[in-house]
């Protein structure tokens, strides 16, 4: 989302959509109706192993966990404790309701950074927590719950209390989506640049979305994180003088765009998806691209890129922004169904696995916009990729709630940005993995480490490529880590 930021830092954006509605004139009773909500955001690694601040480039109205701000105090009733469907409603009646659909719809949102934690956020919570209380919570115990109230009727007008659960880091408990700015609100930041990131998210026609003190076109979160990314580069072999790009994470990567300037030099590569190294049965002697069963990219050695793949201005933008902005909108956008979605909703019960990824063009103009100059225009060898909606859910747990004339459709795109990779390092920084491996001399092994702390990336990376190919063990890894992330 940031245009500017530094570190391994997350960018959420949460913008709900009402869908239009459907009515058949054979519908009997009344369902629930598609609330669609599209996430965005942008992982970010500098693989040159430089930090910087994590808050640079935020506006002064955004709190973080450095001026968390008074939290807002908890509502009379949050919106996953509003009354469920029964499935018995008297007098059912479908309303019809233009482009925008129904006003003032109630959403609670949960978030939590499974891997790292919340920096950054907007508008205001109910309730933030700190990385300490996080890691101190234990998960709801539903199954005790449900089996205590299970059997208590449902009286009218009355609440049932739900348990909150403590592991996430930032909650709202009752926010309200509104065709227009609700009275007395304004949108904070005007004197910000036209091309300032904050502004450019307000552009998609998204509901606007408040607190009761604060509005906004969106959700804003956005945390630190020590997750290492998924892609790795193997060096050339004596049968391959090619590089080699593989994924060796545990979900699909996506939509990979290969981006390399130099002065005026530029070119671009692009592979659809990138599955996962299958673990191999046995220690595999070669690298990578000597087995077959491992998809990977292949890349050249730019020093000695040939003028004939060097790209024109032209056809390096429809291969880079054009080709991001179609993948993110290519293919159909869920608006609902002829009858409308499931019955007996419960407002306690948060959407399922996310499957989809889909942006609006806009939404996927404006993301291109931001991050058009990280993205496309930096110098050296850049990787760009589409995470699995999967892995997100997994990453950054989400849980969102609406009312019972609602349900949730949720699409979530993170991309992954990888910066300053430095090509010429990958032979020397991956013998050295695997020396470190074989090293018996304390000495030595800290001496490996020292040397690889600029490449820390790059070397975890090969790690838990060797970790697959049996080439170490999950001790030896977990040991490189845990000696890499430490200060000297």
């Not at 990888?418 to 032979?427: C, M, Y």
């Amino acid at each position: 989302m940031r245009k500017h930021f530094r570190g391994l830092l997350w960018v959420g954006l949460a913008v709900a959509v009402v869908a239009i509605t459907a009515q058949s004139a054979a519908a009997a009773s009344w369902v629930a109706q598609p609330l669609t909500v599209h996430e965005w955001g942008v992982n970010e690694f500098d693989w040159s192993g430089r930090l910087g601040d994590p808050l640079e480039g935020l506006p002064a109205f955004i709190y973080t966990d450095k001026s968390p701000g008074k939290s807002l105090p908890a509502p009379a009733q949050k919106v996953k404790a509003l009354p469920p469907d029964s499935g018995c409603r008297a007098k059912p009646i479908l309303y019809f309701y233009p482009s925008g659909g129904r006003d003032n719809v109630p959403v609670g949102v949960e978030v939590r950074f499974a891997f790292g934690y919340v920096n950054a956020w907007w508008p205001q919570v109910n309730v933030y927590r700190t990385p300490k209380q996080v890691a101190a919570a234990k998960p709801v115990d539903w199954v005790t719950w449900r089996k205590k109230h299970s059997q208590l009727p449902f009286a009218r007008g009355k609440t049932l209390e739900i348990p909150d659960d403590k592991r996430f880091e930032l909650v709202w408990y009752d926010l309200k989506l509104t065709k227009k700015l609700p009275k007395g609100l304004s949108l904070p930041g005007t004197k910000l640049p036209k091309d300032h990131w904050v502004k450019l998210a307000r552009q998609p026609d998204s509901r606007y979305v408040s607190n009761g003190k604060q509005v906004e076109k969106y959700l804003f979160y956005e945390g630190a994180t020590r997750e290492v990314p998924a892609v790795t580069i193997l060096p050339p072999n004596q049968l391959d003088k090619r590089y080699h790009i593989v994924n060796t994470g545990e979900f699909p990567i996506y939509d990979v765009l290969v981006i390399y300037r130099d002065k005026d030099r530029q070119w671009t590569k692009y592979m659809a998806v990138l599955p996962p190294v299958p673990a191999a049965k046995k220690r595999i002697p070669g690298w990578g691209h000597d087995v077959r069963q491992i998809t990977s990219l292949p890349i050249p050695d730019f020093a000695k890129l040939p003028a004939d793949k060097v790209m024109g201005d032209e056809e390096f933008r429809r291969r880079t922004s054009g080709r991001l902005v179609e993948a993110l909108t290519i293919g159909g956008h869920y608006t609902g169904t002829l009858y409308g979605g499931p019955y007996l909703r419960d407002p306690a019960a948060p959407q399922p696995p996310t499957k989809m990824h889909h942006l609006f063009k806009a939404e996927a103009e404006a993301l291109e916009k931001i991050w058009r100059k990280d993205f496309f225009q930096s110098g050296g060898l850049t990787i760009v990729y589409r995470e699995s909606p999967a892995y997100l859910d997994k990453a950054m747990p989400l849980n969102i709630y609406t009312d019972m004339h609602h349900y949730i459709k949720l699409s979530r795109c993170g991309l992954v940005l990888n910066r300053n990779i430095q090509l010429s390092a990958v032979g020397t920084v991956n013998s050295k993995v695997g020396a470190f491996s074989r090293e018996k001399d304390p000495k030595k092994a800290a001496a490996i480490i020292d040397s690889l702390r600029t490449h820390r990336l790059m070397a975890l990376g090969f790690a838990r490529y060797m970790v697959k190919q049996h080439g170490i063990t999950k001790q030896q890894f977990n040991q490189l880590r845990e000696k890499l992330d430490k200060s000297k």
